[in-house]
T-cell receptor, first 113, second 115 residues
């Protein structure tokens, strides 16, 4: 069975600080990996995705994530956060040719001006 | 707004009653998904349709839950004999096969409260 672990459930940062949110997954085969974001009062939306190729993927709003296969990790990074990045971030995966997407528990990020 | 829409946005019901939710996907999307999200958790997959065919179904979807997509457009999710444990946000998502195959676009959700 596939699973996703997010290490930090609640992160508080000051504006301009660097961000790294941890994500590890459990699955032995080929995976597709995602980070979704949910801003307050809004729908879940895709931030970035990895299917194949370059393990460093860039998403919207200056976010990037690196797929490290040997560590089963897909950490999300941003060099300098803004107050508008306050949101909940979900790591997710699907695999095995199935459409089912498995989500992590989410990390609530609060950026203090 | 041409995104995924869900109705109603909120539903309060008494235990034992039946409820039905509707999802309208993005118009050209042929894939449709239902998820459930409880407080403090990420979304959990319930079921997936490609056109009108229900191709994947989670073990979370007990006999009291049924989903349909009769004409391959909108979908309904029905919960019979609701229980307090069914209280959750029910999310619908859609995607287009053949284009960005795994990018799912989510709707605003229907929040169900069972009293």
């Amino acid at each position: 069975a596939q699973s996703v672990s997010q290490h930090n459930h609640h992160v508080i940062l000051s504006e301009a600080a660097s961000l790294e949110l941890g994500c590890n997954y459990s699955y032995g085969g080929t995976v597709n990996l995602f980070w979704y974001v949910q801003y307050p009062g809004q729908h879940l939306q895709l931030l970035l995705k990895y299917f194949s190729g370059d393990p460093l993927v860039k998403g919207i709003k200056g976010f990037e994530a690196e797929f490290i296969k040997s560590k089963f990790s897909f950490n999300l990074r941003k060099p300098s956060v803004q107050w508008s990045d306050t949101a909940e971030y979900f790591c997710a995966l699907n695999s095995g040719g199935y459409q089912k997407v498995t989500f992590g528990i989410g990390t609530k990020l609060q950026v203090i001006p | 707004d041409t995104g995924v829409s869900q109705n109603p946005r909120h539903k309060i019901t008494k235990r034992g009653q039946n409820v039905t939710f509707r999802c309208d996907p993005i118009s050209e999307h042929n894939r449709l998904y239902w998820y459930r999200q409880t407080l403090g958790q990420g979304p959990e997959f319930l079921t997936y349709f490609q056109n009108e065919a229900q191709l994947e179904k989670s073990r979370l979807l007990s006999d009291r839950f049924s989903a349909e997509r009769p004409k391959g457009s909108f979908s309904t999710l029905e919960i019979q004999r609701t229980e307090q444990g069914d209280s959750a946000m029910y999310l619908c998502a859609s995607s287009l096969r053949g284009v960005e195959p795994y990018e799912q676009y989510f709707g605003p959700g229907t929040r169900l409260t069972v009293t």
